[in-house]
């Protein structure tokens, strides 16, 4: 579940990537110097809340891969532990109270 909603995290901010890109390009298309030629746009030149939004969209983008990483790691993890207790007849888990034969 840790890896899901990891991915989910880091899907939803590389979609907002893209759409802040769209955004970027839409907005900075009409840069032009005096011969008409496209100039190349500095970071400093982006709009404060262009800037805003791209960082907190790349920082979540991280975010949600480092917790799909670490979620599957862990899942992993269980998983083999799971499986060193299946092979050698260990069910992991003892009995509440010793049953009683009579």
Same mark, same amino acid.
């Given at each position: 579940? &840790? #890896?899901?909603?990891?991915? @989910? ?14 955004? @970027?390009?839409? %907005? ?31 920082? #979540? ?13 862990? *899942? *992993?993890? &269980? %998983? !083999?532990?799971?499986?060193?207790? !299946?092979? *050698? ?6 009995? #509440? ?6």
């Amino acid at each position: 579940m &840790r #890896a899901l909603c990891g991915a @989910i995290m880091a899907a939803g901010a590389f979609i907002g990537l893209g759409l802040t890109a769209i955004g @970027i390009g839409m %907005r900075y298309q009409i840069v032009r110097d005096d011969q008409g030629h496209y100039t190349p746009l500095e970071w400093q030149r982006l709009d404060p809340a262009l800037l805003v939004i791209i960082v907190l969209l790349v920082l #979540a983008a991280l975010t949600g891969i480092g917790v799909a990483f670490l979620g599957l790691m862990y *899942h *992993h993890h &269980r %998983r !083999h532990h799971e499986m060193l207790a !299946h092979t *050698h007849g260990n069910a992991g888990t003892a009995p #509440a109270s010793p049953q009683v034969r009579v």
